[in-house]
C-alpha cells in the first residue's frame, strides 16, 4: 500500500488504490477549465492565421510541420518563412501540448471517478449482512 509522500496530496483508500482527495479535484477542475479555454484562444487563433495565409501555403506549411518533405525541401521553406508562417507553427506546437495536458487532466478526473465509484461499491458491498 502506498504512503503519503512529500509531492502528493493522494490518500489510501480502503482497498489500497489511491484516490484524490477534494482540493486536488478542484485543481484539476479548474486546470480543465483554463486549458479548455486556451484551446478555445488558440483554435480561434488558428483560423485567423489560416485565412491570412491561404489554403496553398497553409497546406504546403502543414506538409512541412509534419515532415512530408524532403530534408532539402525543407531546408529551402524554412529559408522562405514569414512571420505568419511561424506564428501559424507556434500555434501548432502550443495547440498539441494544450491537447496533451487536457487529456491527461481528463483522464486523471475520469480515474478518480472510477476509483470512487468502485470503492463506493467495495464499501457498500462489504457493509451488507451475510
Keep these: 500500500m502506498l504512503k503519503w509522500t512529500a509531492n502528493s496530496r493522494l490518500h489510501t483508500i480502503n482497498s489500497g488504490v489511491l484516490a484524490m482527495n477534494e482540493d486536488d479535484q478542484d485543481f484539476l477542475r479548474e486546470m480543465a477549465k483554463s486549458l479548455d479555454a486556451t484551446l478555445y484562444e488558440l483554435n480561434a487563433r488558428e483560423e485567423e492565421l489560416l485565412d491570412v495565409l491561404g489554403d496553398e501555403r497553409a497546406e504546403d506549411l502543414q506538409s512541412y510541420y509534419d515532415r512530408r518533405l524532403d530534408p532539402e525541401e525543407a531546408e529551402q521553406f524554412r529559408e522562405m ?4 508562417d ?31 465509484t468502485v470503492s463506493g461499491i467495495k464499501a457498500a458491498s462489504s457493509d451488507r449482512p451475510t
Design 86 to 116: 511561424r506564428q501559424m507553427i507556434s500555434v501548432w506546437n502550443r495547440l498539441l501540448r494544450v491537447k496533451e495536458q487536457r487529456l491527461l487532466v481528463g483522464r486523471l478526473l475520469m480515474r478518480n471517478i472510477i476509483i470512487e
Design 81 to 84: 518563412l514569414d512571420y505568419d
